[in-house]
Each structure stands twice: as structure tokens, then as C-alpha cells.
């Protein structure tokens, strides 16, 4: 894993995959750069697959509703929405078990998944509330909730403290 890992990146970062590769136990040569790569299979289970297309279909109907968005004006950049997925097409409940995962995918601030008895799915874009965090700079409501970080969300002032604790 490690010798393939340091040939994968040998292209990009040569010098330090180099570097990283004279740790590897029973190296066949004395450079990263001199093996001959060996691909191996990587194969997502049934189950990853079905969630990944699933989640990609539905950002395939969400991002032509996102420009509309944008070429009317009610929205900047995606960051700046809040997108809703409503109907009761079966990906719904996938994407609901995965919504913080298709919420990255959409680079929006905030996501709604309701399922409802409409027979078609209905997606809307609405500017997303709160203000935006000057440190991730999403749209959150909880802005300025901790008095020693009054301009970043709730979530990067964890971060945040949790690095100044560690450090």
C-alpha cells in the first residue's frame, strides 16, 4: 500500500515521494522512480456505487437550477444558497442518509431533503440564511454564537479551539 501510494505521487511530488519511499520495508530498487508501476484493482462495493450515482444524479438536476439561480440574480455563488429537494423519488431517502456528503458535492451552505407525496421531483434555490463565516465561508445562522469568535461558525470555532488546544 505505502510503495504504491509513493509511486502514485512520485510524478507530482518526486522528491518527496523519493524521500518517503526509503522507508518502505523490502523496496525492490533504490528510487520510488525506478520501479515499474504495478496498478492494482480498486473496485467500490455495490452498495458505495449505487449511493455515489445516486448522489452525482441528483447534482446533475440540482447545478442547472443553481445557474438559473445565479443568472437571476438571487444568488452569487453557490456558497450563498440553500437548495431543496422535495418529491418522493426514491433517491431522496438515499441522499438523505447522505446529505452533509451531497451538500459538499453541491458547494451550497445549506441543504433540505423533504419527501413528500408529489410524484415529481421538485428542486428549489433560495438565498441560504444567517450570515457568511469569514473563515469557511459558508452561510451559517450560528455566526457569532461563541463570544471569542464572533465572525465564524459554530463548526470552525471548533476547529479552531481544537488546534489552539493542540498546539
Same mark, same amino acid.
Given at each position: 500500500?505505502?510503495? &504504491?501510494?509513493?509511486?502514485? #505521487?512520485? =510524478?507530482?511530488?518526486?522528491?518527496? +515521494?523519493? $524521500?518517503?519511499? /526509503?522507508?518502505?520495508?523490502?523496496? &525492490?530498487?533504490?528510487?520510488? #522512480?525506478? =520501479?515499474?508501476?504495478?496498478?492494482? +484493482?480498486? $473496485?467500490?462495493? /455495490?452498495?458505495?456505487?449505487?449511493?455515489?450515482?445516486?448522489l452525482f444524479h441528483l447534482r446533475e438536476l440540482a447545478?442547472?437550477?443553481? $445557474?438559473?439561480?445565479?443568472?437571476?440574480?438571487?444568488?452569487?455563488?453557490?456558497?450563498?444558497?440553500?437548495?431543496?429537494?422535495?418529491?418522493?423519488?426514491?433517491?431522496?431517502?438515499?441522499?438523505?442518509?447522505?446529505?452533509?456528503?451531497?451538500?459538499e458535492l453541491l458547494n451550497v451552505s445549506q441543504l433540505?431533503?423533504?419527501?413528500?407525496?408529489?410524484?415529481?421531483?421538485?428542486?428549489?434555490?433560495?438565498?441560504?440564511?444567517?450570515?457568511?463565516?469569514?473563515?469557511?465561508?459558508?452561510?451559517?445562522?450560528?455566526?457569532?454564537?461563541?463570544?471569542?469568535?464572533?465572525?465564524?461558525?459554530?463548526?470552525?470555532?471548533?476547529?479552531?479551539?481544537?488546534?489552539?488546544?493542540?498546539?
Amino acid at each position: 500500500m505505502v510503495l &504504491s501510494l509513493c509511486q502514485m #505521487l512520485s =510524478p507530482i511530488l518526486s522528491f518527496t +515521494a523519493d $524521500e518517503a519511499y /526509503e522507508f518502505v520495508p523490502g523496496r &525492490s530498487a533504490d528510487s520510488v #522512480l525506478l =520501479p515499474a508501476w504495478q496498478p492494482s +484493482a480498486f $473496485e467500490l462495493p /455495490e452498495a458505495e456505487r449505487k449511493t455515489g450515482a445516486t448522489l452525482f444524479h441528483l447534482r446533475e438536476l440540482a447545478l442547472p437550477e443553481l $445557474e438559473k439561480a445565479r443568472q437571476a440574480k438571487h444568488i452569487g455563488k453557490a456558497l450563498e444558497a440553500k437548495l431543496t429537494f422535495s418529491g418522493s423519488d426514491p433517491g431522496l431517502l438515499e441522499a438523505k442518509a447522505h446529505q452533509e456528503i451531497l451538500r459538499e458535492l453541491l458547494n451550497v451552505s445549506q441543504l433540505e431533503i423533504a419527501t413528500a407525496n408529489e410524484p415529481a421531483l421538485k428542486i428549489s434555490v433560495t438565498k441560504a440564511d444567517g450570515e457568511k463565516c469569514e473563515r469557511c465561508w459558508h452561510w451559517e445562522t450560528d455566526i457569532g454564537s461563541h463570544p471569542d469568535h464572533p465572525t465564524i461558525c459554530g463548526r470552525c470555532t471548533r476547529v479552531v479551539t481544537e488546534v489552539k488546544r493542540d498546539a
